[in-house]
T-cell receptor, first 115, second 117 residues
Framework: DGGITQSPKYLFRKEGQNVTLSCEQN?????MYWYRQDPGQGLRLIYY???????QKGDIAEGYSVSREKKESFPLTVTSAQKNPTAFYLC??????????????FGEGSRLTVL | AQKVTQAQTEISVVEKEDVTLDCVYE???????LFWYKQPPSGELVFLIR??????QNEISGRYSWNFQKSTSSFNFTITASQVVDSAVYFC??????????????FGTGTQLKVEL
């Protein structure tokens, strides 16, 4: 079945360590996104990528980095510079053709806890 | 700037009651989409409905219905005869097309719905 796979589902990290969250999609979508979810704050956009080898900062990019070497993959690295990394991270994808309906498809999320 | 407000943080109802989740949005765009997503305890966001800014027809899908009123910038969601399986967090979202394709969604803070027996 087509979909978005995020791993790991749960991750624990010590302060000062970088950690990479994986996101893979087999929907043949050009655009991919990373959102962060905190209790009571909804979802906020971290980074997005519209084509391979290109990505743009979202609203809260500080302390994060991404790469887009393959169409199917959009990993997110939470660096030690991110001051409050404990959160639920959601990856999404969408088409980007003219006239698309704007719908994003989401993975099941990765919950990161910093100890 | 785009903004979505879901003023109801948490709603508790008894099974079979009807419940309405409110959503108010702000945008200067003339063309946009509005969405409702459901987030069950598993965490994944499940798409429920999409509404084009030019289409103000209300929509019904089984026990779900949506009321879009452009004049009041609202896109409310009603569940009729609620069931325990409806318990989840519900998000309203507003899209903006990105230069180069794709869409940025701005989400509300979500409404936690609890349906009890």
């Amino acid at each position: 079945d087509g979909g978005i796979t995020q791993s790991p589902k749960y991750l624990f990290r010590k302060e000062g360590q970088n950690v990479t969250l994986s996101c893979e999609q087999n929907l043949n979508h050009d655009a991919m996104y990373w959102y962060r979810q905190d209790p009571g704050q909804g979802l906020r956009l971290i980074y997005y990528s519209q084509i391979v080898n290109d990505f743009q900062k979202g609203d809260i990019a500080e302390g994060y980095s991404v790469s887009r070497e393959k169409k199917e993959s959009f990993p997110l690295t939470v660096t030690s510079a991110q001051k409050n990394p404990t959160a639920f991270y959601l990856c999404a994808s969408s088409v980007r053709r003219q006239g698309d309906t704007g719908e994003l498809f989401f993975g099941e999320g990765s919950r990161l806890t910093v100890l | 700037a785009q903004k979505v407000t879901q003023a109801q943080t948490e709603i508790s109802v008894v099974e079979k009651e009807d419940v309405t989740l409110d959503c108010v949005y702000e945008t200067r765009d003339t063309t946009y989409y509005l969405f409702w997503y459901k987030q069950p305890p598993s965490g994944e966001l499940v798409f429920l409905i999409r509404r084009n800014s030019f289409d103000e027809q209300n929509e019904i899908s089984g026990r779900y219905s949506w009321n879009f009123q452009k004049s009041t910038s609202s896109f409310n969601f009603t569940i009729t005869a609620s069931q325990v399986v409806d318990s989840a967090v519900y998000f309203c979202a507003l899209s903006r097309r990105l230069t180069g394709g794709g869409n940025k969604l701005t989400f509300g803070t979500g409404t936690q719905l609890k349906v009890e027996l």
